[in-house]
């Protein structure tokens, strides 16, 4: 897709605290900002209603300031989730969302064509179009945060596998005897390299009474987050320093395995601990160095994201730009108000393309069942 052929689009970023919505124009310009708490303990429909609302609200307002229409609305949420039928799945931080038709929700009330994507691929998207990732044909975009999660492009295409699971570079297996990860599975890096394990070492530090500076910061009921355990190592607190450096070296791993395995040009480390510990790209470029192939390790390049807190909003400018006219995208409620299937030309690089609605919910059987 010529990135200079497209159309603005409504973006939407559904995530566990706020849902935030802005009109994307063609040339990344993110303008009229709406924000509104998620509450997601209210249940799917409040939500539903929320994100509806805050819709209705920035396309009015473009309608108002004069900016072009936008041609559809991409929709940024946590996964697991079907971006062909447009289903959230089973979101771990959203209460009471089990398979909810979300895609076509928004486009039944607002009536513009809905694309829902996994916020990590969103991200990728952004960055692979856009940003650090621009024109490679191989690349892996890793975020670590309060989880670690991720988008894979192989051979000029995203990487999605019929579960839509591909990417999920986070709850790969880096220590078999490893600590349990959020999703009860034992030793995925996001258990030793996100924020949420940091803090959960912190907290290990405190009760074993081995870390005197973390105990004096947290002295005032301050709850022990990755930020108070980085505030301590700052100050000197040795233990707190050896978490943090545990953290970039389980990172640093999993970006060597992922070399090996996938060959990728290009690795864009981005997240809140990431842009808050830069050394943490440091880390993982000595761990490649170490750890993988040499030839493959020559090659990567590991580099810092373009976009920061717009990400999940610019990665629906080319979602639903480039999605409009795939058939892999077509919903069945959805097929009034859209145009009439494309020809395969035009799903060219999606690997969904070529399978069946009916194979793609027989897979999601599958991917719910050990959950
Ligand atoms: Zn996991």
């Known amino acids: ?85 447009g289903v959230v799945v089973l979101p771990p931080n959203l209460p009471g969302w089990v398979d909810i038709p979300l895609a076509d929700r928004v486009q039944q009330k607002l009536g513009m064509p809905t694309f829902l994507e996994r916020d990590t691929n969103v991200a990728m998207m952004a960055e692979w179009r856009y940003g650090s990732a621009r024109n490679a044909d191989d690349a892996i975009y890793i975020t ?41 599975m034992q030793g995925h890096a996001e258990a030793i390299g996100s924020g949420t394990a940091i803090a959960r070492d912190g907290r290990l530090l405190l009760e ?63 997240g809140s601990i990431a842009e808050h510990h830069p050394e943490l790209r440091d880390v993982a470029r000595g761990e490649i160095d170490r750890r993988a ?29 480039e999605r409009m006219s795939d058939p892999a995208y077509r919903r069945a409620s959805s097929s009034t108000a859209l145009p009439p299937l494309g020809t395969d030309a035009a799903s060219d690089g999606h690997s969904g393309a070529s399978t069946s609605s009916a194979e793609r919910v027989g897979g999601h059987a599958q991917l719910e069942e050990p959950r």
């Open 208 to 270: 074993l009474g081995e870390s005197p500076i973390l105990a004096d910061l947290a002295a005032g009921g301050r709850e022990v987050d990755a930020a108070l355990v980085a505030a301590a190592a700052d100050a000197g607190d040795a233990a707190c320093r050896a978490i943090y450096e545990r953290a970039y070296v389980a990172v640093g791993v999993l970006c060597a395995s992922l070399v090996n395995a996938l060959n990728p040009q290009v690795i864009v480390i981005g």
């Open 144 to 184: 670590v945060s309060t989880g670690i999660g991720g988008g894979i492009i192989a051979r000029g295409n995203p990487l999605q596998g019929p579960d839509n699971t591909a990417g999920e570079v986070g709850h790969l297996t880096i220590d078999m005897d490893g600590p349990l990860c959020g999703d009860g």
């Open 293 to 321: 192939f040499p030839g493959p390790a020559r090659r990567v390049r590991i580099m810092s994201p373009r976009f920061t807190e717009d990400v999940s909003l610019i990665g629906s400018l080319p979602i639903v730009n």
């Open 1 to 85: 897709m010529d990135a200079g052929a497209a159309q603005p689009v409504l973006a939407i970023d559904l995530g566990g605290t706020q849902i935030r919505a802005a009109h994307v124009a063609p040339d990344l310009t993110v303008s009229l900002r709406r924000a509104v708490p998620t509450n997601g303990a209210e249940g799917p429909d409040a939500v539903i209603g929320r994100i509806c609302a805050i819709a209705a609200e920035v396309r009015a307002d473009a309608a108002r300031a004069g900016l072009a229409e936008p041609i559809g609305i991409g929709i940024s949420s946590p996964g697991p989730l079907d971006p062909w039928q």
